[in-house]
Every structure is written in structure tokens, then in C-alpha cells.
């Protein structure tokens, strides 16, 4: 679990102070558009658009709730945005493709409507009490005593309020301007080439925000996790992605069999607002498009929708690994302490209790990593309150755990990685790991899926059986293969066959 250890306090305060320029610059920017002082060229030539659409297609809701200068700077932009919007030619540029040299780039309206999805998703769960006993419909983070929360939940009313402004057809076309008002064209022109530099400066200090927040991809991890992640050269992985990012995130009403909610005292007890926000801005996120999506490795979450604290996740196998296009599907339990705790995480894909599939996931489901307090590691890789999140657990799941050669995840048993002796033992190590991918993660999810997740599983092996029954064949005429290992494997390439020719 080595990696680099990101520098949490020297990224903060390098970032609030970017946020405080970028919050003064948006703010002249607003009063010049509340003039009329942005002319429709300055809004298509200048880096006003790329610069707000960056800064909202990239943003995360959690990110933005973690200091008060990134509050204030989203702020000021959603004011720009708004000010903007005031006038309907400028409305309509908002409405125009963003060329930035990105392949996903789209409008700042779109970016905006995608925002406002996002906290519509927050104020909903925020506002909404436990099923069992939250004892008041009025109980919402607004009406807590939680200054963050109310915080947060104004700032995702202002965005729902600027999407539904973008949304508003525009009046028609005024008439043109007397003779007087062109007199001042003069005037405003020279105020539009102000506009035009301090857009400029914006978009140099959004890049600069960007930037630094670069330096943890995902809200807190360390950048070796998604270094450590493959990336499939499947042909079809456009389709692939296009059609299981649809099924990403969902919130159903319930999620069956749940290993907590089935044990834990939790279930009846009330949901705490600072809990409760934290998870709904920590869902807002991952609905917003956080959730890795590949074809090699995939993540998939279902968030209980009257029971916020539970969640099941579900993670395809890494490719070049045993575990490779396998389902392990997670569930999850944010305590009431939450975030000042670490979540509690259990493995369900174990064959009924049968198979270790490393040595970081028991048979009883247990998950060992530092992040959850289960394994010791570097300081760095320790659960950090206003950092940490459930998806930086799932990824590095993703990549520290679902790896090549997981034998050597054992304490102790890199001394003999590049030995003989090593390499012999991990090869007979994911010989087991290979059959019990195949039997549980594979045949078990098809025979048997979770509810909740049968559409994405059905959908994940209709489209990568072709790939997945070609890596099973390799798997089984491997030359090296023990006589027992090649015999069982035949034998669940054909169950495998068989599967898929059903879907």
C-alpha cells in the first residue's frame, strides 16, 4: 500500500488562497456583466467560457463544502453566470459548445444543468428524515444548528435556481438602442476589453485551481492510485462506457439483504445532519460522474434512499489480473460518527463464505486497508476526516487490492517477489483466484444478482463476453497451468459458455 503521501494542509492553503483570487476577479467580472459591459464578442472570443465551464464540468460539491473560499468563489461564479444570463444574447452564447480541446466538453449550460441534478440530489437527502425515526419532517440541515450544512444547503438552492434561469426561455429581442444609448458604445467597448482582460486573468486563475486540486484526483487520494489503474484497449470500449456509465449511480428504495442493515443497531437509529450531509454531498459527487468508469476496471454504487449510511458498491476486476472481469460486490456502512470515523466495509462476493480472494479480503468478508483502520499503513494512508470519502475507499480496493499478483499482498512475502520460490507461489495463488472469479464473480452474479444491480450485471457480461470467454480460453490452455487447475478450468469455460448464451 506504498504510494506517495499527499501533503494535505500545503494543498489547502494553497488552494483557498487561489479560491480568494479567483473570488475577487468573478466579482469584477459580475459587475461589469450587471452593466452591460460584457459584449456578446467578449463572452465567445475571450476565455470566459472555457474558464467557467472548467470550473463547473470539474467541480465537486464536496470539494466546494470543504472551506469556506471555495464556497464564496462558487458563489461568485454562479453570480457570473446569473448576471450573464440577464441578458438574452449573452444567454445565448452560454448556450454554445465549448471548444477547450477536451473530447467531453459541452456548454456552460449543460455544465450547469448537470450541477444542478447534483444538488438536487443534496437537498433532498438533506432535508429528509430516517424512515425509522428521525421524528420530524422539519428536520433538515437547513433547520440544524449545523452553520456548514445550512451553508451548503443555500449554496445548492442558488444553483438550482441559476439551472432553472439557463432553463427559462429569454424574452424576445428588445429594440434596438436610441441614438443616445449608441453614443456610449464608445465607452463600453473599452469597459468589454476590461471585461475581456479580467476574464482572461479568471481563466489563468481557474487553471492555477485546477491545477493544485490536480494533486488529488480524487478529493484526497494519493495520485498512485490511479496510476496503478489499467486501462483496456478493448474496440468496444466506447460502447461500453457510453452505455454502463448510464448505471453508475442509483438510489433504490432498498437494498436486500444488506450486511449491516441486516446486523447493526444503526438501522433504527436516527440520521445525525453532519452524517447526513456528508454522504448526500459524497453521492451528489459520484452522480455528477466521479465514479471511474473503463473497460478494464469499473465502479458501481447504489446509495439506500430513505437509509443514507447504507450503501452497495460494486467493482469489475481490473484487467491483467485474476480478478479480471469479475463483479465483487461491497456493502457499506457509514457509522453515526461519520466522517470523523472511517466507514465499515464488508466483501459479499465470497462464495458463502468459502474463498479468500486476497489477502486483504477474508472469507467473512472482511477488508483490510488503512484508510478503514483495518491495516497498518503509512500516515499519510490513514482516514482523514474532512479528505477521506467512500469513494477514495472503493479506488484504492480498485488498485491496491485487486492487483496483478495479490500473493504478495501478504506482510511479509515481497522479500520473495522476482524469486523462483515467489513466483511459483503466486502463480499457484491465482490459479485459485482465477476459478473462484469465474464461479462466484462471474457464474454466482449471473445466476443469482442483487436486485438492485441485475440490470448493470446482465448489461456488463452481454458486452464483454466475446473478451471475457477469449481470456478464459488463454486462461485454460496456459501451458504452465497444473493438470487440476487446467481441468477445472475447462470445465468452467463451459459453464461460462453456457451463461452467456442465454443473456
Known sequence: EGGEVWDIAATEKAQAQQD??????????????????????????????????????????????SRP????????????????????????????HVHCGRSDSSSVVQAVTAVQRQAEFFT???????????GSSNSTAKQTGDEDGRAMYDLCVHIIAVGSLLATPSPPPSQPPAPAARATTPRTTRSSSSAAAAATAAAAAAEAV???????PTFGMSASLSDNLSIGDDSDEGQYIEEMSELQFASPASLPGHHYETKDKEASAPQLSARTKRLALEAADMMGGALPASV???????????????????????ESTPYSGGLFIFDIMAPSEYPNVA???????????TVRFNPNLYNCGKVCLSLLGTWQGDQGESWHPKTSTLLQVLMSIQALILVPDPFFNEPGYERVRNTAEGDMQSRSYNETIREATIRFAMLGHLKSPPPELKE????????????????????STDEKNSTKHASAMRGLLRDLE????AL
Open 20 to 65: 480568494v483570487e479567483m473570488h475577487m476577479l468573478l466579482a469584477l467580472l459580475t459587475a461589469s456583466a450587471e452593466r452591460g459591459e460584457v459584449s456578446v464578442e467578449t463572452a465567445t472570443t475571450s476565455c470566459l467560457r472555457p474558464m467557467l465551464w472548467s470550473q463547473l464540468h470539474t467541480g465537486s460539491l464536496l470539494e466546494v463544502s
Open 69 to 96: 473560499e471555495r464556497m464564496s468563489m462558487y458563489l461568485s461564479m454562479l453570480s457570473l453566470v446569473k448576471a450573464l444570463a440577464a441578458q438574452p444574447e449573452l444567454k445565448a452564447v452560454l448556450a454554445q
Open 296 to 318: 478494464s476496471s469499473t465502479i458501481w454504487v447504489r446509495v439506500n434512499e430513505s437509509k443514507i449510511h447504507y450503501w452497495r458498491a460494486m467493482i469489475s476486476g481490473p
Open 124 to 134: 433532498s437527502r438533506a432535508r429528509q428524515p430516517s424512515a425509522a425515526s428521525e
Open 343 to 353: 466507514p465499515k466495509v464488508n466483501l459479499q462476493t465470497t462464495g458463502g463464505a
Open 456 to 475: 448493470t450485471i446482465i448489461r456488463h457480461f452481454k458486452l464483454r463476453k466475446k473478451t471475457l470467454l477469449a481470456q478464459v480460453r488463454e486462461w
Open 498 to 501: 453456457q451463461a452467456f448464451a
Open 210 to 216: 485546477v491545477g493544485a486540486s490536480s494533486a488529488s
